[in-house]
């Protein structure tokens, strides 16, 4: 069932395709086939080659080895031009837009057949688009006006418009809420059901199971097998993808909390455009445990964790690290009071140009062993750094790389290795494990517990509300900037949690509502 | 007092002229994400190549054709450098104002203190180069200037309201995109940085054959330096560029004015260095309220395999 198919049936072959870079090589001889009309999801761990693949496919990578076939033509594709003529649209997981210009702008970029804007007709077409498929558009507004998600149905518009046949769409859920998400996926089937072909990168299991047909593992640049979504399960999926079982089991240990590491007071905070975005939220997070914040991101997360880090001014509040008051404090006040932060936007934390020893040092680089004086102490540099890849696992090709140049999921293992060997007495961090493979998750998840269990107070963000659940020990729910409720994570209620993510719950209504919950305290 | 304000403005408009040209240019130039420090040495080889032809055909048409086609081509030299070869766009830059400051000074030693036959005349504009003071003051310029300011509009049109200025502004502001849609990023940013180089050299060439009118050597006098700073404050936008020149332009006469009062001749020549650094420092603040600002990826080079 799984070989052997009759050409014909395949839209897309991909075979033997090598793709070197220098010091890595991100395809090994890697086959892929794609029928017309399925969802086949390209599933493995972080710097398995996906994204690689793909880019080879739509013309921004030149394979060094390798045939590709498109609708049983065998075909050259030297650039995105080309692969866009086959019919073939890609959606990269940075989306690749202009942030100043208008969606029609975005959408028409590139067409011939409009000279004069703004232009009429492709307002016009772009309405009729979004609404076959059932998105919401404003086709005037600017891309940085717009959430992620809307974001990404810009993409969606531009290879519609372009009638595309195949469209390819690297991790397109990872920067998405969960409901966005949901979105998208009835978007996709929509269009399968116009007889369109869907290649779909994730990181998330469930996702696999849920929207496609078939789906495909690579591992190191190979693909290992392509197998029906019907006849396969998630944990075998795991399996296949990291080569060993991942079982998810958590060294979740019994730890005492103890004093208050991080306290928050009626904190204010307003975001870019001047509104309140955090409104006199108060929180403590005790040393040895881990307190979450769920919520739907844009409800404040980053402007209470920039707050506290230093990085945002606040309006009203005040915040207390280890007894000391920090409120007045600059950044780096702050880090020496034992702040670690792993920040959503890891380019934030990172200098992508920079290599991986230099990135590893930003926070170390003025003391001894590696700072001597004005001077830096290059040997110590190296062993730190060369100890930290192996600590943490770290994938590069050496330590001189641009940090850039590495897979998602070690940009997100070298961040966290280096806020975690400072060892801080709170830990910030958001999102830690946002497109990272299901192994990689487990390592990080585990690493923060061993945090937990060292005493530090972990202060976790996260969209992932299975992540939430798992790791904290108490969770709040978030909205608007205010907390919503806040409970023992183990006496969580779903359904509650969810009612407080869409602001439906709030903590006057919780307690009138329904007296039962245990460990209401917010 | 309204003699002198009427004089001043008479004289600040042909003075913000080549500066009018070089910013258009450079506005066009920085929108598709290349900066070209450059535009000193392009206008300075525009005026002594434009008075050159000018003086030996006899045409100053054809002086400014020549000054356009040099300028272009020195620009070519920075668009090789910094596109292809993906070099420090201020070092390709640098290098090229150097070069022509070099240069101009050699080729243009034989044309030093020759008035030039072919000068550019002011035109008749029937009617309205009659009206009392206000025809004196607007209507009595040569076609240069009436050029120049026609220009803006039209650049404006295109830079907003058409695909070329969309996908102009798209390779700026992100080559990533563009490219995944197919369009030439490299191609588009050639043809910018050409297009401000022509414009440079016509500023250049306005100086030697219409303000001068004759080739002193270094006769551009910073007039480059401005043009970059001026970009900014135009927010690289050609309606703003406009009103800039003239502005500088009207220092410039300032200078000339003020000197015979006895203001210091050092300070005057600083006058338009400090208000340049006056205007980035103001318009700065500016842009950033409004959102608006440089183009994303001015001064990167694009390559579609980098990530
Ligand atoms: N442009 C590039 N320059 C240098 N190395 C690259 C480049 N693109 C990819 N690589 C390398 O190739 C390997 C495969 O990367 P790729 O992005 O294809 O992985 P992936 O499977 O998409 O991983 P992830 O799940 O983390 O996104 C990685 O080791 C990466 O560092
Ligand atoms: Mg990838």
Redesign the interface.
């Known amino acids: 069932m799984t070989s052997a198919l009759p050409e014909s049936q395949a839209t897309v072959i991909l075979r033997g395709i090598v793709k070197r870079f220098p010091g890595v090589t991100a395809n090994n001889g890697a086959n892929l086939e794609v029928r017309k009309g399925e969802i086949h999801a390209l599933l493995g761990e972080n710097g398995a080659g996906k994204t690689s693949l793909m880019n080879v496919l739509y013309g921004i990578y030149h394979p060094d080895e390798g045939e590709i076939w498109v609708n049983g033509q065998k075909v050259t594709i030297h650039s995105p031009q080309d692969a866009i003529r086959l019919g073939i649209g890609m959606i990269h997981q940075q989306y690749r837009l202009v942030q100043t210009h208008s969606v029609t702008e975005n959408v028409v970029l590139g067409l011939k057949e409009y000279f004069f804007f703004p232009e009429k007709a492709a307002r016009a077409h772009i309405l009729e688009l979004a609404e076959k498929y059932g998105m919401k558009m404003d086709p005037d507004a600017r891309i940085w006006q717009l959430s992620a998600g809307e974001q990404q149905r810009v993409e969606i518009l531009k290879a519609l418009y372009r009638g595309v046949k195949i469209l390819i769409m690297d991790e397109p859920t990872a920067m998405l809420t969960p409901g966005e998400a949901m979105e998208l996926l009835h978007i996709l089937r929509r269009m399968t059901a116009e007889g369109l072909t869907v290649i779909f990168i994730t990181h998330k299991l469930e996702e696999v199971v849920e929207v496609s047909n078939r789906v495909t593992v690579m591992r190191q640049g190979k693909s290992i097998t392509t197998l029906e979504t019907t006849k396969t399960t998630q944990s075998e999926l795991a399996q296949l993808m990291v080569g060993r079982d991942v079982l998810f089991h958590l060294d979740k240990k019994a730890v005492e909390a103890g004093a208050d590491v991080l306290k928050v007071e009626r904190l204010n905070v307003m975001n870019d455009k001047g509104l309140p975005a955090v409104v006199d939220l108060s929180l403590d997070v005790r040393a040895g445990e881990i307190f979450g914040i769920a919520g739907v991101s844009g409800n404040g997360q980053r402007e209470l964790v920039e707050a506290v880090t230093g990085l945002r001014p606040i309006s009203g509040g005040r915040i207390i690290v280890n007894g000391q008051d920090i409120t007045q404090s600059p950044p780096r006040a702050r880090i020496k009071s034992g702040i670690g932060f792993v920040p959503g936007e890891r380019w934030m934390a990172l200098i992508p140009g920079m290599s991986v020893a230099d990135n590893m040092i930003l926070k170390n680089y003025a003391r001894p062993p590696i700072g001597n004086g004005p001077l830096l102490d290059r040997e110590a540099v190296a062993a730190h750094t060369e100890s930290l890849i192996k600590e943490y696992a770290i994938s590069t090709p050496d330590r001189h790389t641009p940090i850039k140049r590495l897979s998602g999921g070690n940009i997100q293992r070298a961040l966290l290795a280096r806020e975690i060997s400072e060892k801080p007495s709170l830990l910030i961090v958001a999102q830690p494990t946002s497109g990272l493979d299901v192994g990689a998750t487990e390592t990080i998840w585990n690493l923060l517990l061993e945090e937990r269990a060292r005493g530090a107070a972990v202060l976790l963000i996260s969209d992932d509300l299975k992540e939430a659940l798992a790791l904290s020990d108490r969770l709040a729910v978030i909205f608007e900037g205010q907390i919503m409720g806040q409970f023992a994570a183990r006496e969580a209620n779903l359904e509650h949690i969810g009612l407080m993510m869409a602001g439906a719950l709030r903590p006057g209504l919780a307690a009138a509502k329904d007296n039962s919950t245990a460990g209401e305290s917010a | 007092m309204l003699e002198f304000i009427l004089a001043a403005v008479r004289a600040a408009i042909p003075a913000g002229t080549p500066l009018l040209y070089g910013t258009l240019g450079e506005v066009y130039a920085e929108r598709s994400g290349v900066l070209n420090l450059g535009v000193e040495g392009m206008m300075i080889m525009g005026a002594v190549s434009g008075f050159a032809v000018a003086q030996t055909t006899g045409s100053a048409g054809l002086g400014i054709l020549a000054a356009a086609i040099v300028g272009g081509l020195l620009a070519l030299i920075h668009a090789f450098a910094s596109i292809t070869l993906r070099v420090n766009q201020v070092v390709s830059g640098l290098a090229l104002t150097m070069l022509g400051l070099g240069i101009s000074g050699m080729i243009g030693k034989k044309f030093v203190g020759q008035p030039l036959a072919a000068r550019l005349q002011p035109i008749h504009i029937p009617g309205l180069s009659d009206l009392p003071i206000l025809g004196e003051l607007l209507f009595k310029f040569d076609i240069m200037v009436y050029l120049g300011i026609l220009l803006v509009p039209a650049l404006w049109f295109v830079l907003?309201?058409?695909?070329i200025?969309?996908?102009l502004?798209?390779v700026g502001?992100?080559p990533?995109?563009?490219?995944?849609?197919?369009?030439n990023v490299a191609f588009v940013r050639y043809a910018a940085v050409a297009f401000g180089g022509m414009m440079a050299g016509i500023g250049g060439a306005y100086l030697s054959i219409s303000y001068a009118p004759a080739w002193i050597e270094g006769m551009t006098a910073g007039a480059g330096w401005i043009v970059v700073a001026l970009t900014i404050f135009a927010i690289w936008d050609p309606r703003r560029a406009l009103l800039g020149a003239y502005l500088f332009g009207g220092v410039r006469v300032l200078q000339f004015r003020l000197q015979p009062l006895g203001v210091s001749p050092n300070l005057l020549n600083m006058l338009p260095f400090i208000l340049t650094i006056l205007v980035l420092w103001l318009s700065s603040g500016q842009a950033a309220k409004r959102?608006?600002g440089a183009p994303?990826a001015l001064m990167t080079a694009y390559s579609?395999?980098e990530?």
């Open positions: 907003y309201k058409t695909r200025g969309v996908t502004r798209s502001e992100n990533s995109a563009a490219d995944a849609l197919g369009v959102r608006i994303a579609r395999e990530r």
